[in-house]
């Protein structure tokens, strides 16, 4: 691996560098997001991400933060897993069980409540009643995370570092 000479900046033009335009409001019409969710593949991790095309970071909300559709179709659950970045949870529409801690302790969930899981905590999500999809909006610091090199999953027992280039590391 070869070691990149670096550069040394006067404060001036460092500071011209870091500056970044000023962002602009945006919305997104939920009748726009349930025609994306009908029609794009599904994934019980996350369907969607509401993103801000203009922004510096396109996959952002806003700096550091994605906001993630998630939809779990009757009887589908996610993995106990954890991680270094924390999740804010906002239930648009369905019932569940969220399994929290080491213990796996469930609490339920339904259309309007709000669940925090914070960095490092394990949690499942899991749709095991009805027939109606149980729909997140999930606001998440995995942008943060990444943009830091400090992205970290755990599954099954099993840590990963994620990085973009996947042979730099793995544990």
Known sequence: ???AQGDILDFSAYLEQTARPS??????KWHDVAASLASRPHNVQGTLVLADGEAVDRATIAPGLSLVVQVLKAGETTKPHRHS???????????GE???????????????DVL???????HAVHNLEG????????LQNL????SLGTLARED???LKHIYANEHVAAV
Do not use: C, K
């Open 143 to 146: 942008p943060q995370n990444a």
């Open 98 to 112: 969220v399994s929290l801690g080491a213990e796996l302790r469930r609490q339920r969930v339904a259309e309007g």
């Open 1 to 3: 691996m070869q070691i």
């Open 156 to 158: 099954d027992g099993h």
């Open 85 to 95: 970045f924390w999740h804010l949870y906002i239930v648009r529409a369905g019932a």
């Open 116 to 122: 925090f899981v914070p960095a490092w905590h394990t």
């Open 131 to 138: 027939e109606v999809p149980l729909v997140l909006l999930r």
């Open 23 to 28: 962002q602009e409001a945006v919305v997104w």
